[in-house]
């Protein structure tokens, strides 16, 4: 019958299909036994499933173990903000995780330096660490030479290491020698110093009027005030001659400071206001730049009455 004869072409097709599906099935399975999946291939060769792949070390000092210095890199710097202070700021900067700072010794010969003041800084990779160190008198004895860290580090396992990292300084180091070694001769021959301050009235404006006494400690050599510099608030000008400390006990610079900015980052940097820049020749030597800082009560003069002027020229 018609029904009949179109069933048996419809059941020959099903079987067809079916064979064809399971020769398909059997091509695709792997050998006997294999278990390979698809997270399995995406894993890297001798990676476990799961895992990150990346080719990032391990955290920790094992992973730095053939780098002698631990792959930190380091940078001596100085802030003009520190520079009264003497403070120096040891920059360290490390590419792996895990590794934390326990102490850091700066040696750069010809500027001793104190220990950085540390407790347990984690270096993060590629993020900067700043340990400050306090910088001694200029050792003139020493030639200056490229300072280097001596860090000591720890990691979570509890493994220890210290390691010594190069520090680029720009010619930090050297210039701080000098600095040190020149002032230290003038100051063997001469001390400089604030002998008084004075309110004055101007066609500027209200003024300071400044002594800064020369005054003789030793040596022979003649000192010579060569320049004057003003500072962040400041404009400082001479009132005579600039003077020459020979054979006299002492001689006596009179300057008029003039309050000449007001604006906040000046006024801000109240550090600098009560500094008074000068330059200085020690016998047949070089001019060089001298940073008189006076002493506490002076420069709260001189950074008070700053304020106190920009206030009142705003009113």
Excluded: K
């Excluded at 001798?46 to 070390?57: K, R, Y």
């Excluded at 020698?177 to 404006?205: F, I």
């Excluded at 709260?300 to 304020?307: D, G, I, N, S, Y």
Aim: aromatic fraction near 2%; include cysteine.
């Amino acid at each position: 019958m018609p029904a009949t004869s179109g069933a048996a072409p419809a059941r020959r097709r099903l079987a067809l299909v079916a064979a064809l599906a399971i020769g398909a099935a059997a091509c695709s399975a792997g050998p006997p036994g294999s278990a390979e999946t698809v997270a399995d291939r995406s894993a890297p060769t001798g990676s476990p499933a799961g895992g990150t792949g990346t080719g990032s070390p391990a955290p920790g000092l094992a992973a730095v173990a053939a780098d002698p210095q631990a792959g930190i890199d380091g940078v001596l710097r100085q802030y003009r903000r520190d520079v009264p202070a003497r403070r120096l700021q040891v920059r360290l900067t490390a590419g792996n995780a895990g590794l934390v700072v326990e102490a850091v010794e700066v040696l750069a010969p010809g500027v001793p330096t104190s220990p950085a003041a540390v407790r347990d800084a984690e270096l993060r990779p590629g993020a900067p660490l700043e340990l400050p160190v306090v910088a001694g008198p200029g050792d003139c004895d020493v030639t200056p030479a490229a300072p280097r860290a001596v860090v000591r580090l720890r990691d979570a396992a509890g493994t220890r290491r210290e390691v010594t990292v190069p520090l680029a300084d720009d010619g930090l180091v050297r210039r701080l020698h000098e600095s040190d070694c020149a002032e230290q001769e003038l100051r063997r021959q001469a001390a400089v110093e604030v002998a008084g301050v004075r309110p004055v009235t101007t066609a500027e404006g209200p003024a300071l009027d400044v002594v800064v006494r020369l005054r003789r400690t030793g040596g022979d050599d003649d000192v010579r005030v060569v320049g004057i510099g003003s500072n962040t608030v400041y404009a400082i000008t001479a009132l005579g001659p600039l003077p020459t400390l020979g054979s006299a006990a002492a001689v006596d610079l009179d300057l008029r400071l003039v309050p000449a900015r007001c604006d906040v980052h000046a006024l801000g940097e109240s550090y600098r206001t009560g500094l008074i820049g000068l330059v200085l020749a020690v016998g047949a030597g070089d001019p060089r730049p001298f940073v008189l800082t006076p002493d506490d009560a002076v420069r709260q003069r001189l950074e008070a009455f700053a304020v106190e002027t920009c206030r009142a020229a705003a009113d």
